[in-house]
């Protein structure tokens, strides 16, 4: 299994936390789900972080069963809607950038 991370780094615009993360919910999640072939999609919000830590007050995980299936995704029409929310949540509750990282999971449930 592979998953993509977005980590969004930067920081949420002063007195907009519960709003952007309702508006991450209610708006960019479903485009985010319709991603043809994802098998989960995980958007986790920080609420603590080490002293010094850069700031990613969003992280996004969608894993896919490999690369052929990821890249059908990064492909799609699903993802051109997503990138059309995203861009419109950020511009209105974001500062910064966002970056992207694959990675090969090696899980061990305990």
Same mark, same amino acid.
């Given at each position: 299994m592979i998953t993509r991370?977005?980590?969004f780094e930067g920081s949420v615009h002063p $007195?907009?936390?519960a709003d952007f993360r309702t508006a991450v919910l209610e708006t960019i999640v479903p485009c985010w789900t319709a991603f043809p072939g994802a098998l989960d999609v995980r958007v986790t919000f920080t609420d603590a972080r080490d002293e010094g830590a850069p700031i990613y007050p969003l992280i996004l995980a969608i $894993?896919?069963?490999?690369?052929?299936?990821l890249e059908r995704a990064l492909a799609s029409e699903a993802r051109t809607h997503a990138i059309a929310a995203t861009n419109a949540v950020m511009g209105e509750y974001f500062t910064g950038r966002i970056h992207h990282h694959v990675t090969q999971a090696h899980v061990y449930p305990l």
């Open positions: 991370y977005a980590l $007195s907009r936390e $894993s896919y069963p490999d690369t052929e299936v």
